[in-house]
C-alpha cells in the first residue's frame, strides 16, 4: 500500500526567518495530514535548495517514490516549495497525474485528489 509524504523548502535563512521556516511547513503538513486522516511515512527535506531547478536532493527521492509508485499523496505547505516554475509544476503535475499521486497544498486549498 503506497503512502503519503510531505516536502518542505527553503532557499535562504532569511527565508526561514520571514515564517517560512522548515519547522513551520512541517507543522501545517503534519496538520494537514491529521485533517486528511492521513499518516506521513516520511517528511522530506531541502534545505538550503532553490526552487529555480528540481535538481535537488529531497526533490529528486520525491520523483523517485513517485516514479515507483511509493506514495498517492504528496503534502506540501505551499506550491512555491515545489518549484517557482510554472513549466516545472506543469512537468509535476503531469508526473503525478500518471502515477495517481495526489497534490495536497495547504496554503492555495489545493488537493489534486478531489473534484
Do not use: C, H, W
Not at 54 to 63: F, I, K, T
Not at 97 to 110: G, M, Q
Amino acid at each position: 500500500m503506497a503512502g503519503t509524504v510531505a516536502y518542505v523548502r527553503v532557499s535562504t535563512e532569511k527565508q526561514a526567518e520571514k515564517g517560512f521556516s522548515l519547522e513551520v511547513q512541517t507543522e501545517k503538513v503534519r496538520a494537514m495530514a491529521v485533517v486528511q486522516g492521513v499518516d506521513l511515512v516520511e517528511v522530506i527535506v531541502d534545505r538550503g535548495e532553490s526552487a529555480k531547478s528540481l535538481d535537488r536532493p529531497g526533490m529528486v527521492r520525491l520523483l523517485e517514490l513517485v516514479g515507483r509508485k511509493a506514495i498517492d499523496r504528496v503534502i506540501v505547505a505551499k506550491l512555491d516549495r515545489l518549484t517557482r516554475s510554472v513549466k516545472d509544476l506543469a512537468n509535476l503535475l503531469e508526473q503525478f497525474e500518471r502515477r495517481k499521486v495526489a497534490l495536497v497544498s495547504v496554503a492555495e486549498s489545493l488537493d489534486t485528489q478531489s473534484a
